[in-house]
């Protein structure tokens, strides 16, 4: 646990080199397994002799680039100027970070609000609004059984999505809280000029990674939940 906050304070501290601090971390916490547990061939086998633990890092390897790459895509391709002039109240923007959070990992959907905010407010974009992006994605992902790291692992663990979003019981009115607090702030927003005439506003190209979200979302859900029914071994 020390480690781990270790690692998020240099993340916080360094963030200019992250990588380094990620490959440093990772270094750290493999020497104290192996110092405890026996040497490099318990730390193999932590990984690899387990058949969940096989699936739990083949799901994540390919899930966190998957997200990485939806946050690359929306960035660049103009939907963020178009949703700032949309957007016009920062309690939108919130709840839209909140619900991208339901389908999608808490970090992406923080990125895609704050390419919200610096469409809308420029380098000026207010702390608190900042904050509330960051609050607001992590508590949208904390229902849903794909919107987060965790509760996808809890959810390849086979926990019910029904049990998993329960939690929206808790995050709705923190979400209510949260949007009380961020929104005074007293900025007023730089809105870009509307796009030209003739000069697409949205590079639609670059959103099919987002479009077909849903449909994995369902297909995973659909794979997980009743896989047994529809006849695919080891699933449900």
């Not at 990772?26 to 058949?51: I, P, V």
């Amino acid at each position: 646990f020390g480690g781990f906050v270790a690692m998020l304070a240099g993340l916080l501290f360094l963030h200019h080199h992250k990588n380094q601090v990620v490959y440093l971390g990772f270094a750290a916490l493999s020497g104290l397994f192996m110092w405890k547990m026996g040497g490099f061939n318990e730390w193999t086998a932590h990984f690899l002799d387990s058949h969940h633990r096989k699936d739990l890092l083949l799901n994540l390897t390919l899930l966190i680039p998957a997200f990485a790459l939806v946050a690359h895509y929306f960035e660049h391709s103009g939907a963020s100027n178009a949703l700032a002039r949309v957007l016009k109240a920062d309690s939108a923007v919130l709840w839209s970070v909140f619900w991208l959070s339901t389908v999608l990992d808490n970090i992406a959907a923080a990125l895609i609000g704050a390419t919200i905010l610096l469409a809308k407010y420029g380098k000026d974009a207010p702390f608190r609004m900042i904050v509330g992006c960051i609050g607001a994605s992590n508590l949208g992902g904390a229902g849903s059984p794909v919107g987060d790291t965790t509760t996808v692992m809890l959810f390849i663990s086979k926990i019910p999505a029904s049990e998993l979003m329960m939690g929206f019981i808790a995050t709705i009115p923190a979400m209510f809280a949260l949007n009380l607090w961020a929104v005074k702030h007293g900025v007023q927003p730089k809105v870009q000029a509307p796009v030209a005439s003739g000069q697409a506003a949205v590079h639609w190209s670059h959103m099919w990674p987002i479009l077909a979200i849903p449909g994995l979302v369902g297909g995973n859900i659909v794979a997980f939940n009743y896989g047994h029914i529809l006849g695919a071994p080891g699933m449900g």
